[in-house]
């Protein structure tokens, strides 16, 4: 039989109802017999159907469809619970979490979800072989609440100083301490003619403004001798671009420097002989220094020295340092 029932209405009185059922591909409308023994050919219609019950009113079987006045010669049993066979259904037990479809109509506990009552603050973690999961309890340099909450303590198994929990505005900024960039000792010879003795150059930033803090010492070593009409003077000058104004300080500029009288020149003059006031020293001041200029500190002698046996040595120092 190949009918598939779609509904089946089943009335006492009478022992039929009518029923839609589809054959093949016709749904057509048959009536539906039932009874206690089987169907004589007197009952029903084609295509009509009967019900075998058992005096319980539990059907054992159906006949049909009814062909060319006739019933079929054999009962189609129906099954019962008792020949469905053990349904197949997983044990539930405390913390199964899910439950999966392992074939059609066969269902089973997923045991890639482990069954443990995870503790506080535990995640679910695979395993090496990416098979399960397992809970597991942070370890290493931090922790988690079971609230969610992550506390790190340490950092490599290294534990965090004081420091790491401090309140930054509470920190102290750091005092800025000026770099040495330069502070060699120069000795120059004074002589009867005029013109550069030395030159300091520090090369030109890439990309930054630098600031630097310029001074000088100096002293006469040893005075000149003879008829000294002229020992002769020495000047110190910068030349650089300035970071602020893109002025171009030329080399025509000169350091003041304040002699140890306190009087403030722009040269530094030689004495016929060493007295205690041949001592100078620079007025420090700061620069900013455009990205990409240099610095030219240069010594000259600014007037010949006019002494007939030997000419004065003086000794200069000049100090340059980086600020922040």
Do not use: H
């Not at 650089?240 to 893109?246: M, N, P, R």
Request: hydrophobic content about 35%; aromatic content about 8%; overall charge neutral.
């Amino acid at each position: 039989m190949k009918g598939i029932f779609a509904l089946i209405l089943l009335c006492v009185s009478g022992l039929s109802a009518s029923a839609q059922i589809q054959l093949g591909t016709n749904l057509v409308t048959s009536s539906m017999w039932a009874g206690t023994s089987a169907p004589g050919n007197t009952i029903g219609n084609n295509g009509d159907f009967y019900l075998l019950y058992s005096g319980s009113y539990v059907v054992t079987c159906i006949y049909g469809p009814k062909v060319s006045g006739a019933w079929p010669g054999t009962c189609v049993a129906i099954p019962t619970v008792g020949t469905w066979g053990t349904l197949n259904y997983p044990t539930w037990t405390s913390g199964t979490p899910f439950v999966k479809m392992t074939a059609a109509g066969t269902f089973g506990l997923d045991t890639t979800i482990p069954n443990t009552v995870p503790a506080a603050g535990q995640d679910l973690v695979g395993n090496a072989g990416g098979t399960a999961y397992a809970p597991v309890t942070m370890s290493g340099d931090c922790t988690r609440s079971s609230t969610g909450a992550i506390t790190c303590t340490k950092t490599n198994g290294t534990s965090f100083g004081t420091g790491a929990f401090a309140t930054i505005a509470n920190y102290a900024p750091l005092a800025s301490t000026p770099q040495n960039v330069y502070n060699t000792t120069y000795t120059a010879t004074m002589s009867a003619s005029t013109g550069t003795l030395t030159t300091l150059t520090l090369a030109a930033s890439s990309g930054s403004v630098q600031k630097y803090r310029v001074s000088v010492s100096a002293s006469e070593s040893a005075a000149g001798t003879g008829t000294c009409t002229t020992p002769g003077t020495i000047a110190l000058t910068l030349a650089y671009t300035d970071a602020d104004s893109g002025y171009s300080v030329s080399s025509g500029n000169t350091l003041q420097m304040t002699w140890a009288g306190l009087t403030i020149s722009n040269t530094l003059a030689a004495t016929a002989s060493i007295n205690t006031n041949s001592v100078w020293r620079g007025l420090p001041f700061d620069i900013k220094v455009a990205s990409g200029s240099a610095v030219t500190l240069t010594i000259s002698q600014q007037t010949g020295s006019s002494c007939t046996t030997t000419t004065p040595v003086m000794k200069i120092t000049p100090y340059v340092e980086s600020m922040p």
